[in-house]
Each structure stands twice: as structure tokens, then as C-alpha cells.
């Protein structure tokens, strides 16, 4: 479909009406002018003509675009406000479709992020409220057995009163989670770059690590040899809470007589950590979601395993409060690779 401007409609109208005029001179028997005066005549009627034109299409219709191609133009868009300058005479109308198509397009896109979040609380809020749930109908089955006489039977008072202490502790741990989460998101939780040394954290994790990882017959490894300490500028508590979560991640779901590796990889003026084991593996389908909080790929199994189901979503918002990026691959029934990036000490 071809696009015109205002501009080339105007010249088009008065081109037209002239040729017009300039025709009905031979058909009607023209006055005795002279060639070159009937040439001006012709040519002052094209002038007049184009700024006639010129200004009823401003007058009826372009008045009426203009006021609406501002408010699209300096509408923000996508964090930037575009400011194109709109010609006092002239309103590209290819422009105007374009941008109005730029706009509407901009909108659609807007109210399905809108949707998307939506859809997003309301699986939050549902989720949070079955992962607390679970604790709180157990402390209240706890109470009522104790109550209901419980209380007096020593095989049962110590038994139930210990395992609301540990539904309580779940509670908290959900509950303190959610809370770091949110300072991370909006920064209240600031991170105190220090210099440290990576590899000896590593090993301080597989020492702490060390009696689960026994429990299921996985080693812990380093996946090549370090000769020598690697410098690291970052903040040691929060890395720390990153790489136990990795690894216990990895024992939690790895398979008997399996393995965890954390490997180093020198890129410039970082270092890549990579966190690799070969256990049961994650599907393709549940790959883009595992850093949403209380995200599970096997629900069932993973609360026999324990857990907030917010490490993994945790372990993103550090990697990216320290500027970098944290990836995963996997593959089912082979094994998951986590890598993240640090920055050097100077």
C-alpha cells in the first residue's frame, strides 16, 4: 500500500485542478492572450490552488490529527520519552500511521506485562499461603493432640512439642527468606564488597555440607586443579549463602554415589564459577521458571526434601546485586550446571 504525505497530497490536488483549468482553456475558446501571459495565469492558479489546499487540509483535517500524533509522540515509551518534532505546516500522515501503529503495538505489549504480573501475584499469593499453611495446620494439630490430653503422656508431649518447633522454624525460614528477597529487589539489603578468597570459601561450604553429602554418598570436588588462591571482589556472607544453596541444591537432588563439582574460569576481569552435578536433571519446560520464588519441578518430592522453595530465586537477586548474571542448563536424568560471574580484586 502506498503512503503519502500531506505535502505530496497538496501538490497532487493542486497539480490536478490546474491541469484542469489549463484544459478547459482549449475546450472553452480562450481569450486572445498571449502564450507567456496565459503560462502566468496558469502558474498563479497553481500557487493560489496549492495554498488553498494546503490550508483547508490543515483547517479540517490536520488540526484534528496533530493534537493526537503529540500525545502519542511524547507518550513514554518503554522508559524513553520520544519528542519528534511536529511541523507547524506539515504532518507526515505516513509518519502518523506509523507511529500510531508504533504506539498501539507498545500499549498491547504494555497491557500483557500488566497480565503477566498479574497472573504472577496472585501465583505468589497463593503460593505463599500453601507453603505456610502446611506448617501452621501442623503446629495446630501438634496443640490439639497435646491439649486434648496429650500433654500427660511423655511419649507423646516431647514428641509433638519438637516437631512444632521444627514446622515453627519453617516458618521462619519462609518467612525470612521473603523478607531478603525484598530487600535485595529494593535495595535495602546492601551488599560489602570485601576481597576474599574464592576457592577457600568453596572448600568452607563442602566442610559445612560435608555430613548431607555423606548422608547421600555424593562427593563434593573441585572440577580442576587450583594450585594457587583466586582474589575475588564481592560480598563473602552472601556468596557463602549462594554456593551452599548450589550445593545443596545439588545433594538434595542428586543421585546416590554422584558428584558435585565447582569449577573456576578465568574470563579478563572475572571469574566464572561453575556449579555441576550429575544428578536427576531438570525438563526444558521448567528451565525459564526455577528462579521464581516457591517454584518446584517435582512438588512432591521436593518437600520431602525440605527447604523454602526460595533458594534458587534468592541466589539470582545476590548474583544480580553484585552486577552480574547467574545461568543454568540441564538435562533430564544426566545433570544441571549453574554458572555465575565475579568480579577480579584488583
Known amino acids: 500500500m502506498n503512503k503519502f504525505s500531506s505535502k505530496q497530497i497538496v501538490l497532487f490536488l493542486s497539480f490536478i485542478l490546474t491541469i484542469l483549468v489549463f484544459i ?28 488553498l489546499v494546503q490550508y483547508i487540509l490543515n483547517k479540517f483535517i490536520l488540526e484534528k490529527i496533530k493534537p493526537i500524533y503529540k500525545i502519542i509522540n511524547y507518550i513514554p515509551q518503554k522508559g ?64 490439639l493432640t497435646l491439649m486434648e490430653g496429650g500433654l500427660e503422656d511423655p511419649k507423646i508431649n516431647k514428641l509433638y512439642l519438637n516437631r512444632s518447633e521444627k514446622s515453627i522454624d519453617r516458618m521462619i525460614s519462609i518467612v525470612e527468606d521473603l523478607e531478603s528477597i525484598t530487600k535485595l529487589e529494593t535495595g535495602e539489603l546492601k551488599t560489602h564488597f570485601t576481597t576474599f578468597d574464592i576457592v577457600k570459601v568453596v572448600e568452607d561450604v563442602f566442610e559445612m555440607e560435608q555430613l548431607l ?33 548450589l550445593i545443596v541444591n545439588g545433594i538434595k537432588y ?20 561453575e556449579v555441576s552435578d550429575n544428578g536427576i ?30 533458594g534458587l530465586s534468592i541466589v539470582k537477586h545476590i548474583i544480580e546485586a553484585h552486577g552480574q548474571t547467574i545461568n543454568v542448563q540441564s538435562v533430564l536424568d544426566v545433570g544441571t550446571t549453574f554458572t555465575f560471574t565475579l568480579e577480579k580484586a584488583k
Open 24 to 51: 478547459t482553456r482549449f475546450v472553452v475558446p480562450p481569450l486572445d492572450l498571449s502564450l507567456f501571459f496565459n503560462i502566468i495565469v496558469v502558474s498563479l492558479f497553481f500557487l493560489v490552488t496549492f495554498f
Open 80 to 143: 524513553k520519552e520520544v519528542k519528534r518534532k511536529v511541523s507547524q505546516n506539515f504532518v507526515e500522515l505516513s509518519e502518523v500511521e506509523h507511529d500510531v501503529e508504533v504506539w498501539a503495538q507498545d500499549k498491547l505489549q504494555e497491557i500483557e506485562r500488566l497480565k503477566d504480573l498479574e497472573r504472577y501475584r496472585k501465583d505468589f499469593v497463593g503460593n505463599v499461603s500453601h507453603e505456610l499453611k502446611t506448617p501452621i495446620f501442623n503446629i495446630q494439630g501438634y496443640i
Open 281 to 310: 536433571g531438570i525438563d526444558k519446560k521448567s528451565l525459564p521458571r526455577i528462579f521464581e520464588r516457591f517454584y518446584r519441578v517435582d512438588k512432591s518430592r521436593s518437600r520431602e526434601q525440605g527447604g523454602t522453595g526460595l
Open 254 to 273: 542428586g543421585k546416590r554415589k554422584g558428584y558435585i563439582k565447582v569449577g573456576f574460569y578465568d574470563f579478563d576481569d572475572k571469574i566464572m564459577v
Open 213 to 245: 553429602s555423606k548422608e547421600r554418598k555424593i562427593s563434593l570436588q573441585f572440577a580442576n586443579k587450583l594450585d594457587k588462591p583466586i582474589w575475588l571482589n564481592a560480598d563473602k556472607k552472601r556468596i557463602i549463602e549462594v554456593l551452599s544453596n
